[in-house]
């Protein structure tokens, strides 16, 4: 049993309980902290995936998942209130809230809750995820900070004055909102419940659904369907089958971390959705972990059947001649056959091979 897949997974997670604790610890010192610990951890991981060693590449991601804590806690609690002015970076969709707009957006390696009032909230409405825009306002500390804001890492607040210089997102990030508009695009038809439920159950978007309808999905029980979950993975994966069986069975874990990858680009990545593909990534590796197995070559089965050799027999000269190739044929067969299933491309002709080893 390969426990591989095992360690790894429970290294990230010993870094990720282990980060907040070194964070309460070290203190304004964490910044710092948190490099020497990338670069350690990334060179260890590098080290360790070379000379294949499991337990090398748990603790090596262990030391990177806390230098990524250290790095997303240490602005959470170094805000100093006061005038912004500059580019700030949208890191969700907009929402309406209390006729007004809120969205999260980056200020540097700082994310604020940012609320915008007044003739600006039409123009940040239709926004996007990574799409920027210079703002003039103030910051300033949460009255509570609650677990809604740690999950965000929200150092703050952003009450926004002017909003100028929009521009649309560039990369991945602008096809992915190209394929959102696309398919928001091709429900538009639908009555409004029906459009909410579709937007929800493929992209995890709920800012359409009516307090009616929340209400019924809760007192059912299934507003796991309204949001992203590990079924919009598997759906995905199932979807983009076709072009995983595609590629080799050694190379499919790569095909699978680009599909997962793409789809958390595409949803959003939020909590939930970054938990969903992760998930989804430990539960594809003992699969494709099998599958490889499957497919290497069984040497002693091979072996076995090379070795075969004809027993003499007290037969006519002609019977002798006709069993031996009966034999030679079948062992031909049963030789192609496993050659075949294995994927051997190099055995090219079994008979052969066999025959000449007979001789």
């Known amino acids: 049993m390969n426990l591989a897949p095992a360690k790894v997974a429970v290294g990230a997670l010993l870094g990720a309980v282990a980060g907040p604790v070194v964070y309460a610890r070290l203190g304004p010192m964490a910044t710092r902290a948190a490099l020497l610990a990338l670069l350690l951890g990334s060179g260890g991981l590098v080290w360790a995936w070379l000379g294949r060693s499991a337990a090398g590449v748990a603790t090596a991601l262990m030391v990177v998942v806390v230098g990524l804590s250290l790095r997303a806690l240490a602005p959470l609690d170094t805000l100093d209130p006061g005038p912004v002015s500059g580019v700030v970076v949208l890191r969700g969709d907009p929402e309406v809230s209390f006729g007004g707009i809120e969205v ?88 409004p419940d029906a459009r909410a439920l579709v937007l929800g159950a493929a992209l995890g978007d709920d800012r359409t659904q009516s307090a009616a309808q929340r209400d019924r999905f809760l007192r059912s029980g299934l507003t796991h369907l309204l949001v992203v979950s590990g079924q919009n993975v598997a759906l995905m994966l199932v979807l983009c089958a076709p072009l995983i069986t595609r590629v080799p069975v050694g190379r499919r874990w790569m095909m699978v971390t680009a599909v997962v990858g793409w789809f958390v680009v595409l949803v959003r990545p939020d909590p939930s959705v970054l938990r969903a593909g992760a998930a989804a990534l430990v539960a594809a590796r003992p699969e494709l972990d099998a599958r490889v197995a499957e497919a290497e070559p069984n040497s002693s089965e091979l072996a076995e059947l090379l070795s075969v050799r004809p027993q003499p027999v007290e037969q006519p000269r002609f019977l002798q001649a006709h069993l031996q190739i009966d034999r030679r044929d079948l062992v031909g067969r049963r030789v192609g056959g496993v050659a075949q299933t294995l994927g051997d491309r190099r055995v090219r002709k079994p008979q052969d091979t066999v025959q000449a080893s007979l001789q």
């Open 104 to 191: 999260v957006v980056a200020d540097g390696d700082r994310r604020l809750l940012a609320s915008i009032d007044g003739p600006s909230a039409g123009e940040v409405a239709a926004l996007q995820l990574g799409d920027s825009m210079r703002v003039t306002g103030r910051t300033r500390r949460f009255r509570e900070s609650t677990g809604w804001h740690r999950s965000r890492h929200l150092a703050g607040e952003l009450q926004v004055d002017w909003v100028g210089d929009i521009r649309v997102g560039r990369g991945a990030v602008a096809v992915a909102a190209g394929v959102r508009e696309r398919i928001r695009t091709s429900v538009a038809p639908l009555d």
